[in-house]
């Protein structure tokens, strides 16, 4: 004990007094924040969470307002019933959201990779075409150079990108780990 401290202080700091104001007030964002995400799930997929009955509710009544202030308290109202609830209650759903939101990100990587390598392939890159051979080549490339060609003429002419489509689609279908790595 320091000399300048007296013992009645020293006893109070001993002391547990929970979680500060701050987390408090972050736990509670936290929780608001979660109340968005959930009345922002298709119904489909809410269905499909564990929730509590009067958390069910509130949130149905959350997604039927349309006013802008009182959509705001009735989320305020969603969080404070959620609160009662202990973490563990929606620990489950916490997992989910996350995993789904990860699962989603990745997916739009692909997708945007996907794209990406279309935009190459009909933007005169015949480089672009012979890695793609070469990293799968179970692809037939008759009918790749086919739409390479076709979605270039659709551009060029101002038509209905149809081949332009069946290009993404092929890359799409394409295996993610092409065979003959050897790693």
């Known amino acids: 004990m320091s000399p300048s401290r007296s013992r009645n202080?020293?006893?109070?700091?001993d002391e547990d007094y929970g979680p500060s104001r701050t987390q408090q007030r972050r736990e509670?964002?936290?929780?608001?924040?979660?109340?968005?995400?959930?009345?922002?799930?298709?119904?489909?997929?809410?269905a499909k969470l564990e929730l509590p009955e009067d958390v069910?509710?509130?949130?149905?009544?959350?997604?039927r307002m349309t006013a802008h202030g009182a959509r705001k308290r009735q989320l305020a109202f969603l969080a404070k019933v959620m609160?009662?609830?202990?973490?563990?209650?929606?620990?489950?759903?916490?997992?989910?959201?996350?995993?789904?939101r990860d699962r989603q990100r990745q997916e739009n990587a692909a997708m945007h990779r996907l794209e990406a390598m279309r935009e190459r392939l009909i933007g005169e890159d015949d480089k672009a075409l012979s890695e793609l051979i070469d990293?799968?080549?179970q692809i037939d490339r008759q009918h790749l150079r086919s739409l390479v060609r076709q979605a270039r003429n659709e551009r060029d002419a101002g038509?209905?990108?149809?081949?332009?489509?069946?290009?993404?689609?092929?890359?799409?279908?394409l295996p993610r780990d092409?065979?003959?790595?050897g790693a």
Do not use: C
Request: hydrophobic share 35%; net charge negative; no cysteine.
């Open 9 to 13: 202080q020293t006893e109070l700091d």
């Open 28 to 46: 509670a964002l936290a929780t608001l924040t979660l109340a968005g995400q959930l009345t922002e799930l298709p119904p489909s997929r809410l």
């Open 56 to 63: 069910r509710r509130e949130i149905d009544i959350t997604r």
């Open 83 to 100: 609160r009662r609830y202990g973490d563990d209650d929606f620990a489950a759903v916490r997992a989910e959201l996350g995993e789904n």
């Open 135 to 137: 990293a799968h080549p």
């Open 159 to 173: 038509k209905p990108p149809r081949a332009f489509r069946e290009l993404f689609q092929l890359l799409k279908d």
């Open 178 to 181: 092409p065979p003959g790595d």
